[in-house]
C-alpha cells in the first residue's frame, strides 16, 4: 500500500524551480534514500513531505491513512539543539506533543516514550541531561523522539552528519532494525551513495536536470550510478 504518491511534481525555493517531473512512490515497509548533489530539492522536497511547503506543480499525496501528524521527523541537528538544557526523558516525551491532550502528557504518551527509548536502548539514560551527551548518543534520543510521533512514516534528513565512521555505522544499523524489524517505512536523505545503493530498498537519485527513481538494485546498474560512483 502507497504511503506517498508523487506525480509530475514541481519544486521551488524562492520562486526558482529546483526540481521537476518528480515522480516516485513509496510503500509501506520501504526504505528509500534520497541522494543527489547540492541544490537539486532534497530539502525541499522533505519540506513538502512534511507539508511545511507547497508543491509548485503536480501531486504530492499521503495513503495508508497517513497526516502529517503521524510522520516521525529527525532534522539536522544544530549546535542550539546539542546544547538543549532538559532530561533525555523530556526529549524523547516531547515527541508525542501531538498526540498530548490539555496540559499534561497522558501515561500512555509516557509508555510510549519508555518503549522507544527500549528499543534504541538508552532507557539508562532517561535521568541524564541531554546536553551532557555524545553526538551518538543524543542521536539515539532524537531518533527515539521521533518514532514516538511516527505512526506509518519516518523521515531522516541527514542523521549522521557529523558523527565519527564508528558511531555512523551503529546508527546506520539502528536504522536498518527500526525498517526490518518493527516494519517502520523509512525515508532517508543521505549523501552517502554507497551506503544508499547497498542499503535501501529503492533511491530517488535528484538531479538539477530531473530525477532517477529505481529500487536500489536497479539503480546500481544504472548509468547515474556508476557515473555518481568515483566520486562518492
Do not use: W
Not at 503521524?70 to 508525542?96: H, M, N, R, W
Not at 523521515?155 to 558511531?167: F, H, I, Q, S, Y
Not at 532517508?188 to 554507497?194: A, E, G, Q, T
Request: hydrophobic share 40%; net charge neutral; with cysteine.
Amino acid at each position: 500500500m502507497a504511503v506517498i504518491e508523487c506525480k509530475n511534481v514541481v519544486l521551488s525555493y524562492e520562486n526558482t524551480v529546483v526540481a521537476r517531473n518528480l515522480s516516485f512512490t513509496v510503500n509501506e515497509g520501504d526504505f528509500l534514500c534520497i541522494v543527489g548533489e547540492n541544490g537539486s530539492g532534497k530539502s525541499t522536497l522533505v519540506k513538502a513531505i512534511l507539508g511545511l511547503k507547497s508543491v509548485t506543480g503536480g501531486e504530492l499525496t499521503f495513503g495508508d491513512g497517513v497526516t502529517g501528524r503521524q510522520i516521525g521527523y529527525l532534522p539536522q541537528q544544530t549546535t542550539a539543539q546539542k546544547d538543549f538544557p532538559a532530561s533525555v526523558f523530556e526529549v524523547v516525551l516531547s515527541g508525542c506533543l501531538s498526540e498530548k491532550k490539555g496540559l499534561f502528557y497522558s501515561k500512555d504518551n509516557k509508555r510510549t516514550a519508555i518503549d522507544n527509548m527500549k528499543k534504541l536502548e538508552i532507557e539508562p539514560l532517561k535521568n541524564r541531561c541531554y546536553r551532557e551527551l555524545s553526538g551518538g548518543q543524543q542521536q539515539r534520543v532524537l531518533l527515539a523522539r521521533a518514532l514516538c510521533a511516527a505512526k506509518k512514516l519516518l523521515l531522516l534528513d541527514e542523521p549522521v552528519a557529523g558523527l565519527d565512521p564508528v558511531v555512523t555505522a551503529d546508527f546506520y544499523a539502528l536504522i536498518e532494525k527500526i525498517n526490518r524489524e518493527f516494519g517502520m517505512t523509512v525515508v532517508m536523505v543521505s549523501h552517502d551513495l554507497l551506503y544508499a545503493a547497498s542499503h535501501a530498498s529503492h533511491i530517488l537519485h535528484m538531479r538539477r536536470d530531473g530525477a532517477f527513481f529505481a529500487t536500489a538494485e536497479d539503480y546500481r546498474k544504472s548509468d547515474i550510478f556508476g557515473t555518481f560512483k568515483g566520486g562518492a
